[in-house]
């Protein structure tokens, strides 16, 4: 098959971006618009000012991917786009482009799921990964994703069957994601949003063992399961059969409050708050220079735990299931110390473990083109009144 050029667009949280993929491999080009700034006084992303950005940003991104990959809107071969799951309006803003631009353009329209995209940024960067240029380019099923971002942390059991991938979830939070946690938490101690980027880089200068939270308490076992592609309520013995692995980061940001209160940190945070806010794009030094030793010590403990808990569930899953390759992907994926615990842990155990390059993490339409690519292959097409589902679910 000649090479396929797919111009992939996401639009279903806080970034307008587009992308060429060729072959659902090798990226042309990849454009990011971010609305960090507008969202950074809010401490989140405000839904109906993302669907604003989105509307003005759209049109400059798309002709931006074209032309850095030297492509036009007819050279393409199909048009990708996220259908979900995200915010209804900003999702809209790039499902109604992307159709106009099919339906003008007469070129196939492909509906992604926005976890799958994560999932296949995965594939973007295997290339250029050390054991597969060595000659085992053969990727091993089944594969277990781990999807950390922050709005999701999934466990996603990956078969593939032809050309396409077939997912089952085995664990998802019960509450807040992974990446939701370190966005409130930095919230909460004055350190701005989003949270993830920053605590990353202030966890060296803290000590990680200095504060001790609880493990996540999961009461209740989830009971919901699929079976034949349906989702049912699983009886105890299917549950042996599948058993799951839930997350909860709901507590820990609780106990992060307390400790806060307990320690009369208040007055500190709310001067940091201060001080960060007039300074249009504080670095290291500047956050390092309104923390002190216990606020380090502080975000540094509560990585530690975040990381514990997602490297210890997710191994477990993967011996639990037999799995023969781990994928850890999504925004939180980009953090430092996740990627090296989970490097040196799955070596231990002889599992492959695979991360996205650090830009391809966190969201982007590269991944979407990537996931794109075996739907292109199978002529899996999306007919032309297909709509945003917000909470839409992968399988
Ligand atoms: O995948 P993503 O860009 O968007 C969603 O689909 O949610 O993920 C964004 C999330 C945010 O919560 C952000 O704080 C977190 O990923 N994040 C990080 C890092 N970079 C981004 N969390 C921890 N360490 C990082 N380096
Ligand atoms: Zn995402």
Request: net charge negative; with cysteine.
């Amino acid at each position: 098959m000649p090479d396929a050029y797919i111009l992939g667009i996401e639009s279903s949280c806080d970034e307008t971006a587009a992308a060429v993929v060729r072959s659902g491999e090798q990226v042309i080009s990849n454009v990011v618009a971010s609305q960090i700034a507008t969202h950074q006084p809010y401490g989140g992303v405000v839904p109906e000012l993302a669907s604003r950005e989105h509307l003005r940003a759209i049109v400059p991104v798309v002709r931006q991917a074209l032309a850095e990959a030297k492509q036009t809107y007819n050279s393409v071969d199909a048009i990708a786009v996220t259908q979900g799951p995200g915010l209804a309006g900003a999702l809209l803003v790039g499902i109604s482009y992307a159709k106009a631009l099919a339906f003008a353009l007469d070129k196939p329209l492909i509906a992604v799921n926005h976890l799958e995209g994560h999932i296949h940024a995965v594939l973007l960067d295997l290339s250029q990964n050390q054991e597969r240029q060595e000659g085992n380019r053969e990727l091993q099923f089944p594969v277990l994703a781990l999807v950390v971002s922050g709005g999701h942390t999934h466990l996603y059991l990956a078969r593939a069957s032809d050309r396409s991938w077939t997912y089952e979830n085995i664990g998802h939070t019960r509450d807040d994601a992974a990446g939701e946690a370190f966005d409130k938490v930095a919230k909460l101690l004055g350190l701005g949003y989003p949270g993830g980027p920053v605590i990353d880089r202030l966890t060296p200068h803290g000590n990680p063992n200095a504060v001790k939270f609880p493990p996540a308490q999961i009461k209740h076992p989830d009971r919901r399961g699929r079976k034949d592609g349906r989702s049912v309520e699983l009886d105890s013995d299917s549950l042996d059969d599948h058993p799951r692995f839930d997350f909860s980061y709901s507590g820990i940001k609780t106990a992060i409050l307390r400790y806060v209160e307990s320690h009369d940190m208040r007055a500190a945070i709310e001067s940091r708050r201060q001080a960060l806010a007039n300074i249009p794009k504080p670095k290291l030094a500047d956050y390092l220079a309104h923390c002190d030793r216990r606020t380090l010590d502080l975000v540094a403990s509560f990585q530690r735990a975040i990381v514990d808990d997602l490297v210890g569930k997710t191994l477990a899953a993967a011996r639990a299931y037999d799995v023969a390759t781990l994928f850890v992907t999504g925004g939180v994926a980009a953090n430092q110390e996740l990627r090296q615990r989970f490097e040196s842990e799955g070596a231990k155990e002889g599992l492959p473990v695979f991360f996205p390059s650090r830009p391809l993490s966190t969201d982007n339409a590269a991944m979407i083109a990537a996931a794109a690519f075996p739907k292109f292959q199978a002529r899996d097409f999306a007919a032309m009144d297909f709509s945003a589902e917000a909470g839409m679910a992968l399988k």
